[in-house]
T-cell receptor
Framework: GNSVTQMEGPVTLSEEAFLTINCTYT??????LFWYVQYPGEGLQLLLK?????DKGSNKGFEATYRKETTSFHLEKGSVQVSDSAVYFC??????????????FGKGTHLIIQP | GAGVSQSPRYKVAKRGQDVALRCDPI?????LFWYQQALGQGPEFLTY????????KSGLPSDRFFAERPEGSVSTLKIQRTQQEDSAVYLC??????????????FGPGTRLLVL
């Protein structure tokens, strides 16, 4: 079956540091890949997505590139802010773009940014 | 605009009690999903509706779990004879897309269920 593995947290960084959160996946076909973010006290929000190999998703300074050869979708940001503190979930959808298919999530990575 | 809403936000149940969790999706959204999120884990897929049709219920953990969406809008997840292992956050998500098109799932705030 499908699975997503992401680095365990918490990850603690200083403001303006470079961020990488690793994510690798296992899928039988050609999945779409997603990063969701959950800010304290809020619901899950889509951060970015990529639907085919070599696509780069980007939003709010975050980027992730769909690497089929390494089955990875690592999340990066060049300079983090305190407001980026949240739990980040990597997820995949096996079929057409994740619109109407159940998502498979990783366990989440808690990111803490210190001023 | 209005997002996905869920009620109640918190529910405490005694073991063996039946509970009903409600989801109001974004108006006009065709697809509706339920997920279960245990403490410290990612959400796990339970079931999927396209309008009123339940097209996938492969993630429901037992026959104590039942979901419905009779008019293709509001959905209810019912758990009968609750057990302590049912304690989790239950998330609802909706999408404007149907089964074979791309789209984004919008999540509600969740219902936190604690079974004593």
């Amino acid at each position: 079956g499908n699975s997503v593995t992401q680095m365990e947290g918490p990850v603690t960084l200083s403001e303006e540091a470079f961020l990488t959160i690793n994510c690798t996946y296992t899928a039988t076909g050609y999945p779409s890949l997603f990063w969701y973010v959950q800010y304290p006290g809020e619901g899950l929000q889509l951060l970015l997505k990529a639907t085919k190999a070599d696509d780069k998703g980007s939003n709010k300074g975050f980027e992730a590139t769909y690497r089929k050869e390494t089955t990875s979708f690592h999340l990066e940001k060049g300079s983090v802010q305190v407001s980026d503190s949240a739990v980040y979930f990597c997820a995949l959808s096996e079929k057409s773009g994740g619109g109407a298919d159940g998502l498979t999530f990783g366990k989440g990575t808690h990111l803490i940014i210190q001023p | 605009g209005a997002g996905v809403s869920q009620s109640p936000r918190y529910k405490v149940a005694k073991r063996g009690q039946d509970v009903a969790l409600r989801c109001d999706p974004i108006s006009g959204h065709v697809s509706l999903f339920w997920y279960q999120q245990a403490l410290g884990q990612g959400p796990e897929f339970l079931t999927y509706f396209q309008n009123e049709a339940q097209l996938d219920k492969s993630g429901l953990p037992s026959d104590r779990f039942f979901a419905e969406r009779p008019e293709g809008s509001v959905s209810t997840l019912k758990i009968q004879r609750t057990q302590q292992e049912d304690s989790a956050v239950y998330l609802c998500a909706s999408s404007s897309s149907g089964a074979r098109t791309m789209g984004t799932q919008y999540f509600g705030p969740g219902t936190r269920l604690l079974v004593l």
